[in-house]
T-cell receptor
Framework: GAVVSQHPSRVICKSGTSVKIECRSLDFQATTMFWYRQFPKQSLMLMATSNEGSKATYEQGVEKDKFLINHASLTLSTLTVTSAHPEDSSFYIC????????????FGPGTRLTVT | GENVEQHPSTLSVQEGDSAVIKCTYSDSASNYFPWYKQELGKGPQLIIDIRSNVGEKKDQRIAVTLNKTAKHFSLHITETQPEDSAVYFCAASMGNFGNEKLTFGTGTRLTIIP
């Protein structure tokens, strides 16, 4: 199957600072990338959908000015959590979809964000 | 919007027995139904998927069935092994492909008892 990576795998930041998470499709071109967050023992909640070269579409209730998404190339999308607060602590997971992957969604390994 | 319900929330089976996880969806426009396996601290892994023009799909020990009339689909794992222990999520999408957003079920924690 297609391979998606995320970096970093874990990050700890102080309240009020910003943190950037990268999502890369390693062996295919991802025309669409998705960002999810997952709280412990819960399901995945979609935050936003991004298509290469265009603005992300955010789900209802997700603050677009707080969670900045950039899908600048067919292999890279970034999520920046701005002015992070402890309640932003979560597991953030990206997925990617593109023609080589058969258009299925393949997920990255996730990023554990802890805001202190 | 779409709503996906998943049952059971936890499931324990003896090694070698079969496991079945069921999902129902609300929107008849949904056309694509993937299943994901998630191990602790990792991202979900696509294990099998089915599209609305197919009633059943099998891949070795894993099979998925779809009943569009009843709006439910199920994951079947036969000859279970300890490495099958994980959380399993079903999902539904209104697109024909995975480049449409997915609505996930609540997950099933499967434990295989050696």
């Amino acid at each position: 199957g297609a391979v998606v990576s995320q970096h970093p795998s874990r990050v700890i930041c102080k309240s009020g600072t910003s943190v950037k998470i990268e999502c890369r499709s390693l062996d295919f071109q991802a025309t669409t990338m998705f960002w999810y967050r997952q709280f412990p023992k819960q399901s995945l909640m979609l935050m936003a959908t991004s298509n290469e070269g265009s603005k992300a579409t955010y789900e209802q209730g997700v603050e677009k000015d707080k969670f900045l998404i950039n899908h600048a190339s067919l292999t890279l999308s970034t999520l920046t959590v701005t002015s992070a607060h402890p309640e932003d602590s979560s597991f953030y997971i990206c997925s990617a979809s593109g023609d080589r992957s058969g258009y299925e969604q393949y997920f990255g390994p996730g990023t554990r964000l802890t805001v202190t | 919007g779409e709503n996906v319900e998943q049952h059971p929330s936890t499931l324990s089976v003896q090694e070698g027995d079969s496991a079945v996880i069921k999902c129902t969806y609300s929107d008849s426009a949904s056309n694509y139904f993937p299943w994901y396996k998630q191990e602790l601290g990792k991202g979900p892994q696509l294990i099998i998927d089915i599209r609305s023009n197919v009633g059943e799909k099998k891949d070795q020990r894993i099979a998925v069935t779809l009943n569009k009339t009843a709006k439910h689909f199920s994951l079947h794992i036969t000859e279970t092994q300890p490495e099958d222990s994980a959380v399993y999520f079903c999902a539904a999408s209104m697109g024909n492909f995975g480049n449409e957003k997915l609505t996930f079920g609540t997950g099933t924690r499967l434990t295989i008892i050696p």
